[in-house]
């Protein structure tokens, strides 16, 4: 799936900018706003509308851009020493990650093709500015639904034309 710039920029401009944190109270929290399964095109139809499938491309890469939004937390982009109330996040795809060094990730994950008809996790995580967890999760201000928002699919392989 190809998304253009102009697209893109126009989506995080129109509803994905960061919350205004005036009187912001709550844990820090993190929404995957797309992909989302059912509402996107990245994803097949099946029979069962409670699966979901995602394709790779004919390199065996799954691709595809990530959209996240904060609430209670400032986004910055990672730093070396953590800071009460900033946070940057990481997408994952199974065990591997893209760092968000925005409110976005173009991803591209090269899958092995073992992996294809097998159900995988794609996850949205906040993390601290030094890649560490969250000072809430130990120090029990949050919980991991908090700072996380995943969903499984099916990998698909590639259609062949």
């Not at 029979?47 to 595809?64: C, G, K, V, W, Y």
């Amino acid at each position: 799936m190809r998304v253009s710039t102009a697209a893109l920029a126009f989506g995080i401009t129109a509803g994905c900018a960061p919350p205004s944190l005036d009187g912001a109270s709550g844990p820090p929290t993190i929404h995957l706003l797309y992909p989302q399964p059912g509402s996107s095109d990245l994803f097949a139809d099946t029979d069962d509308p409670s699966e979901f499938h995602m394709q790779l491309d004919a390199d065996n890469t799954l691709r595809f851009v990530a959209v996240v939004e904060f609430e209670n937390v400032t986004f910055v982009p990672p730093a070396s020493d953590p800071v009460d109330g900033e946070a940057h996040w990481h997408l994952y795809l199974d065990a591997d990650y893209k760092p968000g060094n925005a409110l976005y990730v173009e991803a591209a994950f090269p899958m092995d093709p073992v992996g294809i008809g097998n159900p995988h996790t794609l996850s949205a995580r906040l993390q601290q500015n030094d890649h560490s967890e969250l000072d809430c999760l130990t120090e029990g201000g949050c919980t991991d639904a908090d700072v996380e928002d995943k969903f499984e699919f099916i990998l698909d392989p590639p259609t062949v034309e």
